[in-house]
T-cell receptor, first 111, second 114 residues
Framework: TQLLEQSPQFLSIQEGENLTVYCNSS?????LQWYRQEPGEGPVLLVT?????EVKKLKRLTFQFGDARKDSSLHITAAQPGDTGLYLC???????????FGTGTRLKVLA | GAGVSQSPRYKVAKRGQDVALRCDPI?????LFWYQQALGQGPEFLTY????????KSGLPSDRFFAERPEGSVSTLKIQRTQQEDSAVYLC????????????FGNGTRLTVT
C-alpha cells in the first residue's frame, strides 16, 4: 500500500515569512503535481514535476522533486494572505493514470 | 464550456434516499475522474473513465455507488440508499488524456445525509 504523507498538516504564519511544506512517500513516482484548493472550490493545478531533482519556480513558489522521485517540497518566499489555502500533492505511479492525493497542508497567512 | 461544471452545488438527503450527482467535463476531454473529499482531508479516488469506458472503479466504497458516462462526455455519480458516512464533497475532474495531463476540477457537490 502506498503511503503518502504531507507535513505539516497546519501552518499559520505572518505575512512576509517564508515556509516549506513537504510531501513524502515510500514509493517512486513517474510524476507529481501540486494543487492549491480554496474553501468551496476544487483544487487548481500549480505545477507538474517529472524529473528527479527537478526544480520549478512559479513567482514566489519553488517546487522541487526529490532525486529518487519519492518526495517533493514546496517553498513559499515572503508569504502573502492570498497564499492561504490547502496545498495538496498528487503523485502518479508509473504506468497508471491515477493521481493519489495527500491529506494536504492547510496554510493560513495572517496580514 | 470554460471549465468543469458540477450540479447540484449542494444536496441534502435523508438517510436511505438515492441521489444523483452530475458532472459536465471540459469539452473534448477524454479522461474523467470522480473523487470524494471528506472534511479536512485530501480528495480520495473513486473511479475513472476514458471516454465512455469505466476503466477503474476500485475506489467506490460500496455497491451503493455507481457511476456512468454513457456518451463519453457528461457523467453521473449515483449513490443509492445514502448513509451518513456518505456525507462529503464529491469532486469531478477531467483531463485531455489519462497520462499525466493536468486535472481540471469542478467546484464539487457537497452532499449532507441527515
Amino acid at each position: 500500500t502506498q503511503l503518502l504523507e504531507q507535513s505539516p498538516q497546519f501552518l499559520s504564519i505572518q505575512e512576509g515569512e517564508n515556509l516549506t511544506v513537504y510531501c513524502n512517500s515510500s514509493s517512486v513516482f513517474s510524476s507529481l503535481q501540486w494543487y492549491r484548493q480554496e474553501p468551496g472550490e476544487g483544487p487548481v493545478l500549480l505545477v507538474t514535476v517529472v524529473t528527479g531533482g527537478e526544480v520549478k519556480k512559479l513567482k514566489r513558489l519553488t517546487f522541487q522533486f526529490g532525486d529518487a522521485r519519492k518526495d517533493s517540497s514546496l517553498h513559499i518566499t515572503a508569504a502573502q494572505p492570498g497564499d492561504t489555502g490547502l496545498y495538496l500533492c498528487a503523485p502518479r505511479g508509473s504506468g497508471t493514470y491515477k493521481y493519489i492525493f495527500g491529506t494536504g497542508t492547510r496554510l493560513k497567512v495572517l496580514a | 464550456g470554460a471549465g468543469v461544471s458540477q450540479s447540484p452545488r449542494y444536496k441534502v438527503a435523508k438517510r436511505g434516499q438515492d441521489v444523483a450527482l452530475r458532472c459536465d467535463p471540459i469539452s473534448g476531454h477524454v479522461s474523467l475522474f470522480w473523487y470524494q473529499q471528506a472534511l479536512g482531508q485530501g480528495p480520495e479516488f473513486l473511479t475513472y473513465f476514458q471516454n465512455e469506458a469505466q476503466l477503474d472503479k476500485s475506489g467506490l466504497p460500496s455497491d451503493r455507488f455507481f457511476a456512468e458516462r454513457p456518451e463519453g462526455s457528461v457523467s453521473t455519480l449515483k449513490i443509492q440508499r445514502t448513509q451518513q458516512e456518505d456525507s462529503a464533497v464529491y469532486l469531478c475532474a477531467s483531463s485531455q488524456t489519462g497520462s499525466g495531463s493536468p486535472l481540471h476540477f469542478g467546484n464539487g457537490t457537497r452532499l449532507t445525509v441527515t
